[in-house]
């Protein structure tokens, strides 16, 4: 998992809770960095495991909750870094099916070693749009979060559901609705 990536959820973990608390669960996780993380580096992902379940024991705030949160905070963190990913469509759904072909090879150009979720996309006639996302790190809930995200930043006007479907391969398989609201 890119340094980024953590760099960002210790950043909103002292904005949203406070150093006092990033310094606690850094300190109480075990982490094989130490919690020296560069936002170029690569890191494993079980060290945000360990960070997310300090910091649920920290706050009495439930796993699944901090993880979508943080998916939100990430995303807007994302526009205000790369704004050429958000400028250049024109809606959610244009935006969501770019993740896996342009963000993801725009990412794949920077960090040639970084590990991605697949991700398929389906616009139906009747307004909806599904993502699938498929991943051996089983960071779903930051995936919803994410697009929580994206649908704030592009104006909301959705339902978002989750259908969660057996693994494959030892990948966490879920499907993610969008409706319209009418």
């Known amino acids: 998992m890119k340094g980024i990536v953590f760099t960002e959820f210790l ?14 669960i850094v300190g109480k996780a075990d982490l094989p960095s130490g919690g020296a993380y560069t936002s170029v580096g690569t890191y494993s992902h079980g060290e945000m495991l ?7 024991r920290e706050t009495e705030v439930d796993i699944t909750a901090l993880v979508k949160v943080f998916g939100e905070h990430l995303l807007a963190r994302f526009h205000d870094m790369f704004p050429e990913f958000f ?3 024109p809606d959610l ?7 896996d072909g342009y963000i993801h090879g725009e990412v794949r150009k920077l960090y040639p070693n ?20 498929k991943s051996k790190r089983k960071m779903a809930d930051l995936a919803e979060g994410l697009i929580g995200g994206a649908m704030s930043h592009f104006g909301g006007g959705y339902s978002l ?3 969660d479907l057996p693994e494959e391969d030892g ?5 993610f609705a969008l409706s ?3």
Do not use: W
């Open 11 to 24: 950043d909103m973990v002292d904005e949203k809770f406070g150093f006092e608390t990033t310094e606690t």
């Open 50 to 56: 360990s960070l997310v379940t300090e910091l649920s």
């Open 87 to 89: 400028d250049t469509v």
């Open 93 to 99: 759904f244009s935006f969501l099916e770019n993740v």
């Open 114 to 133: 970084a590990t991605l979720p697949e991700i398929d996309t389906v616009r139906h006639d009747d307004g909806r749009f599904e993502m699938t996302y």
């Open 161 to 163: 559901t989750r259908e």
């Open 171 to 175: 990948k966490q398989c879920v499907v």
């Open 180 to 182: 319209p609201l009418n």
